[in-house]
């Protein structure tokens, strides 16, 4: 059962917007619950204690010592947030990065966390492949796009330089450092996902690293582990990974995945790179990671596009229509 958080501002528009907002949410463990009058929300608190509280600036505080609320946090008018006992978020920005501040104030007791999350496993399709330049990340932020719009899909970027904040034109304050982070700590729930998240062309996704050396400390099967946890939680129907270099030990990672997708390219180096990888497997006995392989031969993209509008051109052009008709193609009987 979902918990209630409660959204307490003398804007009533603002207040409804943003419940509306967070309920969309599926990965958010919350009912969100409007409220502009602070009797219904008193009468409402004793029935049903709240777990966490959004008030605005304007709120008087004496007003809410008959309010029930586990946690509360502050929606600030103004970026230059003064932090005291009670935390705060600037409310006028974008609903995503509010949501995502409030669950990183959001502290949960570890009483109330279940050890396992009743959910079904996602399915976790990973992009991999040892030839350098073959259209890897355009093919998975097309292909998460498309999938997003019928599932619930969750990309991870594992490569050291991604380009993603320009592709996005998103500056992030948060990374799947800081998801690691957590999880090395000990702190990781199913929750702590919204505390990084973004979203583009309605595909979930969590920044990659902010700098390649977290990458280099990282270990495939810690990695495989969180990832795997995510899977079990069954807030996603699919986890989407595009894995970078497996030198670091991602073999776990391929373990984890239902499906392998591998761009290639039709030249001799490229083929000698591909066969090299195949040997690995084969000797170091992992050769059923083989049968999870699907070789794909991307589209050629053509003319340079402009930063700004690459992923929407990947999106409708020669790459959107490949990927539509991959998936076209496993609807059909064809194994994912």
């Known amino acids: 059962m979902k918990r209630i958080m409660g959204v307490y501002d003398v804007?009533?528009?603002?207040?409804?917007?943003?419940?509306?907002?967070?309920?969309?949410?599926?990965?958010?463990p919350f009912t969100a619950i409007a409220f502009t009058n602070i009797s219904k929300l008193q009468s409402y608190s004793q029935k049903q204690p709240l777990e966490l509280l959004l008030v605005g600036d304007d709120i008087d505080r004496t007003q809410l010592v008959e309010v029930k609320a586990e946690q509360i946090v502050q929606l600030s008018e103004?970026?230059?947030?003064?932090?005291?006992?009670?935390?705060?978020?600037?409310?006028?920005?974008?609903?995503d990065a509010v949501l995502r501040e409030v669950m990183a104030c959001y502290r949960v007791n570890p009483e109330k966390v279940p050890l396992t999350t009743v959910g079904t496993k996602s399915t976790v399709i990973g992009?991999?492949?040892?030839?350098?330049?073959?259209?890897?990340?355009?093919?998975?932020?097309?292909?998460?796009?498309?999938?997003?719009?019928?599932?619930?899909?969750?990309?991870?970027?594992?490569?050291?330089?991604s380009g993603m904040s320009r592709l996005t034109n998103t500056e992030y304050t948060t990374s799947l450092s800081d998801l690691i982070y957590e999880y090395r700590q000990g702190g990781y729930t199913h929750m702590s996902i919204g505390t990084v998240l973004h979203n583009w062309g309605g595909?979930?996704?969590?920044?990659?690293?902010?700098?390649?050396?977290?990458?280099?400390?990282?270990k495939g099967d810690e990695l495989a582990e969180l990832i795997a946890r995510i899977a079990v939680d069954g807030?996603?129907?699919?986890?989407?990974?595009?894995?970078?270099?497996?030198?670091?030990?991602?073999?776990?990672?391929?373990?984890?995945?239902?499906?392998?997708?591998?761009?290639?390219?039709?030249?001799?180096?490229?083929?000698?790179?591909?066969?090299?990888?195949?040997?690995?497997?084969d000797e170091s006995g992992r050769n059923h990671l083989w049968e999870k392989v699907r070789l794909l031969k991307l589209p050629r993209l053509g003319a340079v596009w402009q930063t700004e509008t690459y992923l929407e051109q990947l999106l409708w052009g020669n790459m959107g229509d490949f990927v539509r008709n991959l998936l076209k193609g496993q609807k059909g009987g064809d194994k994912m």
């Open 11 to 28: 804007d009533p528009f603002y207040a409804d917007r943003f419940a509306e907002f967070a309920n969309q949410k599926e990965q958010i």
């Open 78 to 95: 103004s970026r230059e947030i003064i932090r005291g006992e009670i935390p705060a978020v600037y409310k006028y920005q974008a609903s």
């Open 127 to 161: 992009v991999y492949s040892p030839i350098n330049r073959c259209g890897k990340t355009g093919f998975c932020m097309t292909l998460g796009q498309i999938l997003a719009r019928e599932s619930r899909v969750l990309f991870f970027n594992l490569e050291e330089y």
């Open 203 to 218: 595909l979930d996704y969590v920044p990659p690293v902010a700098y390649a050396e977290d990458l280099v400390e990282l």
């Open 235 to 281: 807030i996603y129907e699919m986890v989407l990974i595009d894995i970078g270099n497996l030198g670091r030990g991602m073999e776990p990672l391929l373990e984890l995945c239902n499906v392998i997708y591998t761009p290639i390219k039709e030249d001799c180096v490229s083929a000698a790179k591909l066969e090299a990888w195949q040997n690995y497997l």
